[in-house]
Structures are given as C-alpha cells and as structure tokens.
C-alpha cells in the first residue's frame, strides 16, 4: 500500500521549489547590478567614492532590516499568494527606477549631458554637489527595492513550511536559496556585458537598460505565480498521497493537526516573539553572518577592479566572479542535505541535526583568513577562497532558516524570518558603512597604514575578511547557548 502510494503521489511541491529559486534568483540579480556597474559605470559618472557606495549598501542594509521586521507580519496577514506578489512587484519597480537617477541628477543639477558631468574635476565643489544628488537618487530607489526584497525570504520560507515536512525543508531550502548564489553567477556573466553593449550604442551610460531589462524579470515571474500557487490543501495540483506526506509533522501532532483542521492556529504576537529565547538564537545567526554574505555580493567586483585592475566588464573580471559564485552555487546546495542524513541516518532530531551541520559549515568562512595573502601567488586564489566562504554562508543560512519551522508553528514562521532578517540587515549596515569608511581611510593613508604585513587599501580589506571568517563561530556559539536543546513553540 505504501509504495502504491508513492507512485501515485504528486510532486507539486518540488515546482513550488522551482518558482521560489526563480525568484531568489530574480531577487539577487536585482540587488546585484549596482555592485556590478558602479565602480566602472557608475562612479566615473557621479564621482562617487568607495565612502559614498558603502552608504548606499549601508542604508539599503539598514531600510531592507526595517522593512524585514514587517514584512513576515505583512506575509502572514496578507496570505502567502498575495504577500509574495506584492514584494517582487514592489521590488521589480524599485529595480528599474534606478535607470532615471542618472537623468534626474542630469536635470537637478542643470547640466546638458552626462558626458559634462563626468568631465567635472573629481574633488570639486561641482562634482561634490553631482556625487550628493546622485547618492540621495539612487538611495530613493534603494530604499524601494529594500521595500519589496523584504518580503521575499519570508514569503519563501512560509512556502517550503505549507508544502514540505520538516526533515525536508533544509534541503528544499537549500535549494531556493541557492537561487542566491545562481543570481550572484548568472549576474557578473550577464549584467556588464549589457552595459557595455548599450554603452557602446550610445543608450546613456549602459547601466540604465541593464536596470530595466533585469528589474523586468521580475514582472514576468509574478504572472507564473499567479497560475501555479495555492495552499497545498486547495490546490488542484497536489493529490492525497502528496498532501498526507506534507502532512506527516501534524499526523504525529494530534492537538497540532486538530487546531489546523479546525483552523484555529494563531500567529504569536510580533512582541511575544521577542520573549523566547528561540526568537534571540534566530537572530543571532542572522546578525553576525548577514552582513559577510552582502561583503562579498557589494564588494567582490570592486575588489577584484582594486587590488588585481580587472573592471567587471572585462574578460577576466566577469571570469573571476562567475568563478567564484560557481563555486558557491555547487557547493552550498549540499548544505541542506547534511542534515536529512544525520536525521535519517543517524537518528538525530531535525534541530539537533541542523546544529551539528551549521557547526560544520561554520569553519569553511575561515580560510577567507589567507584570502589577502593567496593574491600574492594568483588572482584565483582569492576568487576559490571567497567562493568557498559563499558556500559556506549559503550551506549555514539554509539550516538557519529552517529552524524556524522546527520550533515555531507555521503561522508564526514568516514573522520570526521577517525579525531574523532585520538583524541580518542591521548587522550588514554596520559590515556595508565600515567597510567603504574603511577603504577610503586606509586608501588615503597608504603605506603609513599597515595591517598583518598589508598596506593602505590592501590593509583594509584584509581587516574586513577577519571579521568576515571568524562571525559564524562565534554566531554559532551564541544560538547554542541560548538554545542548547530542542524545545518546540506552540501558539
């Protein structure tokens, strides 16, 4: 009867997989195309500093950290169908509305051209007051994509909790979330050579269309989702067979599954979240490693153009990012895996499986120690590094995510993501604002500025990976003490 059942059953649930990796995906390149564009598009345009693009990361960390805190309750009360709709539309306009800023600067500071802009003497009081109006521009349209990329993880990971039983969810999350790390590959390969090529055709500076052509995708995803999502109960693409697998956790939990019958299962209040210890542990982990994985989004082109002279849109930059991100892509989809097996295998209970996996994938960050030192022997060897710490990051975030679902009801799991991702954001900020404080300081000091045997910038970015190998041990240490066993939460 039980293998009959499973030839019968549906797999609904792995296409819901497939659009929330979509959308990740969608969601990453957006944030993306500045990192992308700014440093060889961009700043030449604008006369922006590394100060002036580490405020810009900084506050859209800071305004996407508050938007997270709402965005889970927004979810929740709006319903997963409509919530998730409103975040990538929200975001997919936020996304293309960055293509007017150079035009809008253009206008506000009353020059014809940007051509005349960019000629300024950098250091001037003219291209000052261009690199402030600008700046403020594009934190507007910042701000708005924070907004609606809020919404995104919330919204995914209630998905994976409404159609996946829990010794499933880190695997299934694992692979949306590499939706993350596929964006961050696809983006290098893609995102310069569209601006460069409207560039070359003389469409504005190039940037702008590669605004609106990836900020468009998201459009399109909206009108996949509206056919294909439904609660798993009411879809008509889910069976018995499928619905009563993605069942199981309530069938061993008479009173859980009698109150979701009943409908009677309430969301625990945004405030009593902050009660539990559970609550704290969730943000730990968010704030301490956040902000790493946004480092080496917002920076790694910019690094790569610095320290080693390879622009993005070059053969060799795209080369080295698309390196590095293939690497996190391959890997980090193992991470969701490691825990199903020392579940079923080792008979561990999903939290206490989850911890002992993100225990491991907490010293692979480490090695991001000897990135600085390894560029002395090939430009590759910091480009494998990074990427190994990516996958790491990637691997640790999908556990991460999915303790929620093994300690909170569903109706409460896109509230905790949303407050897990406003620690995330908050910690980011301060990653985001120091580093580009950081660069331009070390920068201006030069050889007076020395670090581990580093000079000047390279001092700077060495003391950044520090801190960026070393945050996950500590952010593990700190969730097992708040939570050292499995303690579940009932509403």
């Known amino acids: 009867m039980e293998s009959t059942s499973k030839k019968l059953m549906t797999n609904w649930r792995w296409w819901m997989v497939v659009l929330l990796f979509v959308a990740t995906t969608v969601n990453y390149m957006d944030r993306q195309v500045l990192s992308l564009t700014w440093k060889d598009f961009i700043a030449p345009e604008f006369h922006w500093t590394d100060g002036d693009y580490g405020l810009i990361t900084a ?216 009660t539990y210890r559970q609550t704290w542990s969730f943000i730990t982990g968010k704030f301490f490693t956040d902000g790493v994985w946004w480092f080496y989004l917002f920076w790694a082109p910019a690094y790569f153009s610095d320290q080693y002279g390879y622009a993005s849109s070059s053969g060799m930059g795209m080369a080295l990012i698309i390196t590095l991100y293939a690497i996190v892509t391959i890997l980090s989809i193992f991470g969701g895996y490691l825990p199903k097996l020392f579940v079923e295998k080792k008979g561990m209970n999903p939290y206490n499986g989850r911890m002992l996996a993100m225990l491991i994938f907490a010293f692979l960050p480490l090695p991001a120690l000897l990135a600085q030192s390894a560029g002395a022997i090939s430009v590759w060897w910091p480009a494998i590094i990074i990427g190994l710490a990516g996958a790491g990051h990637q691997a640790w975030s999908a556990n991460l995510f999915s303790t929620i679902g093994d300690m909170f009801p569903k109706s409460t799991i896109s509230t905790i993501t949303g407050i897990g991702g406003m620690a995330g954001g908050i910690g980011s900020f301060f990653i985001q604002l120091g580093a580009g404080k950081v660069f331009d300081y070390t920068a201006s000091m030069g050889e007076a500025f020395t670090f581990f045997g580093f000079e000047g910038k390279s001092a700077g970015y060495m003391i950044v990976f520090c801190g960026c190998a070393v945050a996950y041990l500590i952010a593990w240490s700190i969730m097992k003490t708040l939570v050292p066993h499995y303690k579940k939460i009932d509403a």
Request: a neutral charge.
């Open 59 to 274: 506050i859209f960390s800071l305004v996407y950290a508050i938007c997270m805190l709402f965005a889970g309750k927004f979810v929740d009360w709006m319903g997963t169908k409509k919530g998730y709709l409103w975040a990538i539309g929200i975001w997919s306009a936020g996304a293309c509305l960055h293509a007017a800023c150079g035009w809008a600067t253009m206008h506000i500071e009353g020059y014809a051209s940007v051509e005349t802009m960019a000629a300024l003497e950098t250091g001037s009081a003219a291209a000052l007051a261009i690199a402030s109006t600008s700046v403020w521009l594009f934190l507007a349209a910042r701000c708005i994509l924070a907004l609606g990329e809020a919404g995104n993880f919330p919204a995914a990971i209630k998905v994976t909790a409404e159609y996946f039983p829990k010794k499933d969810r880190a695997f299934a999350t694992s692979i949306f979330n590499s939706g993350a790390s596929v964006g961050a590959l696809v983006a290098p390969a893609t995102i310069p050579i569209l601006a460069q090529f409207f560039k070359d055709r003389g469409i504005g500076g190039g940037w702008e269309m590669a605004f609106i052509i990836i900020g468009a995708l998201g459009f399109i995803w909206m009108g996949f989702w509206v056919f294909m999502y439904n609660k798993p109960e009411k879809s008509r693409f889910v069976n018995e067979a499928e619905l009563a697998y993605i069942n199981q956790d309530d069938a061993e939990d008479t009173n859980a599954a009698a109150k979701a019958e009943a409908g009677e299962q309430k969301s625990i209040s945004l405030w009593k979240c902050f």
